[in-house]
């Protein structure tokens, strides 16, 4: 390499590509092998892949280049330098985003409103419960007279009697009742709000991140959906067409899931970054994981 480069020099995407087609590769052949986007791949033969972070970057030149049988002490010469010798990722927000004032009027709004909401639902809960303890305690304080008939109620007690029946003495069973799936009501509704329905033929892409990592994320229908470094202890979600062509830096802090189903990475990671398309076309016409 560093004769080659004294004799011609060339760039490391240069020297990439003249191995490649010494070799009678296409660069489709070579992302078949290393399973990284073809696309990425002539990037970084034409050095145009500035728009990666540089760690990642170096990670996919040095794949490719020990598949092109790069020895290993030249291929340092291809990595691009970095500026300190701290391997670690720095902080690249300077500075905090500045927010104009209607954004915070807007948020001290919907703090105020939340709070009412909140302290409203506690006073009524609270207000019911000490209802339904008062008239079962004079339920139970009640005598009964077996000995003498009880009255027999008027025109006007009768009138009374067919009024509406308070919710307030309804029987706690009936606040505690089941459905088919052993939910009562309570859980029934924040089962609800917790799953939002999908739209048709769109599905739920779930990200929980543990360290700063490298996400590509695009559906069927080409939309971009993520091309970002994200921070460790990020949880992202992203609604699209499956299947999703899916792009994983740093791939062991990273946990995925589809639906509320858990992706596992593992025949998909090379080098710690992986890269697929999910679902599997066989699961996608089958149905799931298994063809049902």
Do not use: C
């Not at 049988?69 to 291809?78: H, K, N, R, T, Y």
């Amino acid at each position: 390499m560093k004769k080659q480069q004294e004799l011609i020099p060339l760039a490391a995407g240069d020297y990439l590509k003249s191995l490649r087609l010494k070799r009678k590769l296409s660069l489709t052949d070579v992302a078949k092998v290393i399973f990284l986007d073809e696309s990425l791949l002539d990037d970084i033969e034409q050095g145009n892949a500035s728009r990666i972070a540089l760690l990642y970057r170096n990670g996919y030149i040095q794949t490719y280049a020990r598949f092109l049988e790069v020895p290993g002490d030249e291929i340092p010469a291809l990595l691009i330098p970095t500026e300190t010798t701290d391997t670690g990722l720095r902080n690249i927000f300077t500075e905090a985003p500045k927010r104009n004032s209607a954004e915070k009027w807007l948020r001290a709004s919907s703090y105020v409103l939340a709070s009412l909401l909140v302290g409203t639902l506690a006073w009524q809960f609270t207000h019911e419960a000490v209802r339904l303890s008062q008239n079962g305690s004079s339920l139970q304080g009640k005598e009964v007279n077996l000995t003498e008939p009880e009255e027999v109620p008027g025109p006007t007690q009768k009138q009374e009697l067919n009024g509406p029946v308070s919710a307030s003495i309804a029987p706690l069973g009936a606040l505690h009742s089941k459905n088919a799936d052993g939910l009562d009501a309570a859980e029934q509704a924040w089962s609800a709000l917790s799953k939002p329905a999908l739209p048709d033929g769109e599905s739920l892409l779930q990200l929980t991140v543990s360290a700063d990592s490298w996400i590509e994320i695009s559906d069927a229908s080409g939309q971009e959906l993520e091309m970002d470094l994200l921070r460790g202890g990020s949880d992202k979600s992203y609604r699209g067409k499956a299947p999703f062509r899916i792009l994983l830096g740093r791939a062991s802090a990273v946990r995925l899931s589809m639906d509320g189903e858990a992706v596992d990475l593992t025949d998909f990671t090379r080098d710690d970054v992986a890269q697929m398309t999910w679902p599997l076309k066989s699961q996608s016409d089958n149905g799931g994981p298994d063809g049902n």
